[in-house]
């Protein structure tokens, strides 16, 4: 796997658009982007996945650098549900996908 | 609703004693994994299974047995030469290797 960096946490306000930031900068070029999200005491969630384009889906955007050595997860509009730790991991498919490292993540703060 | 369901939510154990946690999961999921949480940290893989009676040790496996002998069951023992067992234990699925992983909502598992 890809060795990524985050920050330890964030802070965002309710309704307001929350950016993520990964570094992945030792990702081979077949290694997708993957964020999970986990509340306390609760298996984490999928949130979104990519490989070279920008991805899009219900929960969040997937922005991914040209050079894709970073990566940025973005709420469009925070709530106070999307209080989490928000993992960002650089994996391959196939064979090692069960084999991705969840690192500490970042935890996600949001005010009312 | 398809899913995953780890119980018991919370389990007491005494040091030396052997004890089994339970992952089913209705999704037809050919692929299963567990993962281990210590406090303030990421997730370990501890095994994984990628067909019926087949499984592989993850990053941490010693101390541990698991069976995949159906394909909705994956169930984790913790044995006696497990020397720190008291962590939060987590069961994914997937559809195949290369799909988002689904998890259930762990075990507490305390061992004094």
């Known amino acids: 796997d890809a060795k990524t960096t985050q920050p330890n946490s964030m802070e965002s306000n309710e309704e307001e658009p929350v950016h993520l930031p990964c570094n992945h900068s030792t990702i081979s070029g077949t290694d997708y982007i993957h964020w999970y999200r986990q509340l306390p005491s609760q298996g984490p969630e999928y949130v979104i996945h990519g490989l070279t384009s920008n991805v899009n889906n219900r929960m969040a955007s997937l922005a991914i650098a040209e050079d894709r050595k970073s990566s940025t997860l973005i709420l469009h509009r925070a709530t106070l549900r999307d209080a989490a730790v928000y993992y960002c991991i650089g994996g391959a498919g196939g064979t090692s996908y069960g084999k991705l490292t969840f690192g500490q993540g970042t935890i996600l703060t949001v005010h009312p | 609703d398809g899913g995953i369901t780890q119980s018991p939510k919370y389990l007491f154990r005494k040091e030396g004693q052997n004890v089994t946690l339970s992952c089913e999961q209705n999704l037809n999921h050919d692929a299963m994994y567990w993962y281990r949480q210590d406090p303030g940290q990421g997730l370990r893989l501890i095994y994984y299974s990628q067909i019926v009676n087949d499984f592989q040790k993850g990053d941490i496996a010693e101390g541990y047995s698991v069976s995949r002998e159906k394909k909705e069951s994956f169930p984790l023992t913790v044995t006696s030469a497990q020397k720190n067992p008291t962590a939060f234990y987590l069961c994914?699925?997937?559809?195949?290797?290369?799909?988002?992983?689904?998890f259930g909502n762990g075990t507490r598992l305390t061992v004094t």
């Open positions: 994914a699925s997937s559809r195949v290797q290369s799909s988002p992983l689904h």
